[in-house]
Each structure stands twice: as structure tokens, then as C-alpha cells.
């Protein structure tokens, strides 16, 4: 079974840092690439940044650009995101995401999310 | 960078009833599929309607009265028939854009 689990969410001050993770298991992790997306608080998704299965190609939204960095461990089966320079638009719920394969980057399989509050 | 609009906002319909979600993209689509998600409150999206080079699928245990279909910059997800599960918000989605959902609520 397939299955993402977040963890690494919680409060912190604006200007601050977080580092999230995502635990992968059922799947061999290092032949997908692997996406965050986040939902503020009563709003829509958006997408936030990818990275493909080797790790050699991230991508991200304009708006953290910069200030977050996707990245991920294949021997561990584990994605990361290092939040920086964090702001309260950056409230959110956080979800790993996998990509299927030769797709318009669609999403098979979801995490629970960790929610992320920025506020001082 | 591409912009997915949907319409409407909400949709109020009864169990039964046949729903018409649509999504309009700010310009033609490369790639002539979309994506379709279900996000019931307090949970996670749920693939519905998925693309790939070649072709348009139903994800897996996803019931067949959900369908996609569209071109260029129109795009429709359809219900045929609503069940009570049904209810809830649908956003569709194509690389890094996604929609701004439409909620279908119980008339």
C-alpha cells in the first residue's frame, strides 16, 4: 500500500524556518518524481515545488523562490522542504504528492498533510 | 505561465441530478488533458481523472459516472448521476496550476 506520511509542521514567528519531511513507503520512491503542494486555510491547492526522481531538477513556484528548497533522500525514502524567510501568507497545509509517471504531473497519491503557521 | 478558471463557483444540486463542472484555461493547452480531483473537508484531494501523453484516465476506484473531456481551452468534468459521497469541492489541474475549485452542495 502507498502511502506518504508529512511530519515537521507546527508554529513559528515570521522570518523563521522549517524543515518538513515526507516518508514514503510502498513504492520504490527513487523512480517518481515527487511534488509539495499547500492549501491556506479555507483557500485552494497550489502547487509549490517538484523534484524529479534523481534529484538533479527542482522546480518552484514564484512566490517561494529563493526562500524554499525541495530536495530528498532516495536511500531513506524521504522528501524534504527547508521553509526560510517564512511569512504568514505562507500558512498553510502542506502535502507530498506523488507524480505519475509521463503525466500532465497529476497526482496519484496524497499525504495527510502538516499544517504550517506563520504568526508572531 | 497558465491560468485554470472554473465555473461555477457552486453548484447546488440533489442526489440523482447530473452535474457539469467546467474549466477554462488562459490559453491552449499543450497537452489537451486535464486532471480532476475530489477534496472532501478535512481530507487530503483524491485523484478522479488523470492524463497522459497519449490519453485520458479514470484513477483507480474511481466509479465510471465521472468523466473529463474538453479541448484546447474548455474542459468538463461530469457526474452523471451525483451519489451523497459526491458532494464536495473539485478542482482540476495541469502542471503546476490548479483551479479555484467548485463546490457541489446538496439543494
Known amino acids: 500500500e502507498v502511502q506518504l506520511v508529512e511530519s515537521g509542521g507546527g508554529l513559528v514567528q515570521p522570518g523563521g524556518s522549517l524543515r518538513l519531511s515526507c516518508a514514503a513507503s510502498g513504492f520504490t520512491f527513487s523512480r517518481y518524481w515527487m511534488s509539495w503542494v499547500r492549501q491556506a486555510p479555507g483557500k485552494g491547492l497550489e502547487w509549490v515545488a517538484n523534484?524529479?526522481?534523481?534529484?538533479?531538477?527542482?522546480n518552484y513556484v514564484d512566490s517561494v523562490k529563493g526562500r524554499f528548497t525541495i530536495s530528498r533522500d532516495n536511500a531513506k525514502n524521504s522528501l524534504y522542504l527547508q521553509m526560510d524567510s517564512l511569512r504568514a501568507d505562507d500558512t498553510a497545509v502542506y502535502y507530498c504528492?506523488?507524480?505519475?509517471?509521463?503525466?500532465?504531473?497529476?497526482?496519484?497519491?496524497w499525504g495527510q498533510g502538516t499544517l504550517v503557521t506563520v504568526s508572531s | 505561465e497558465i491560468v485554470l478558471t472554473q465555473s461555477p463557483g457552486t453548484l447546488s444540486l440533489s442526489p440523482g441530478e447530473r452535474a457539469t463542472l467546467s474549466c477554462r484555461a488562459s490559453?491552449?493547452?499543450?497537452?489537451?488533458?486535464l486532471a480532476w480531483y475530489q477534496q472532501k473537508r478535512g481530507q487530503a484531494p483524491r485523484l478522479l481523472i488523470y492524463s497522459t501523453s497519449s490519453a485520458s484516465s479514470r484513477a483507480t476506484g474511481v466509479p465510471d459516472r465521472f468523466s473529463g473531456s474538453g479541448s484546447g481551452t474548455d474542459f468538463t468534468l461530469t457526474i452523471s448521476r451525483l451519489e451523497p459521497e459526491d458532494f464536495a469541492v473539485y478542482y482540476c489541474?495541469?502542471?503546476?496550476?490548479f483551479g479555484q475549485g467548485t463546490k457541489v452542495e446538496i439543494k
Open positions: 489541474q495541469q502542471y503546476g496550476a
Open positions: 490559453q491552449r493547452l499543450s497537452i489537451n488533458y
Open positions: 504528492a506523488r507524480e505519475i509517471p509521463a503525466s500532465t504531473a497529476s497526482f496519484d497519491y
Open positions: 523534484i524529479k526522481e534523481d534529484g538533479s531538477v527542482q
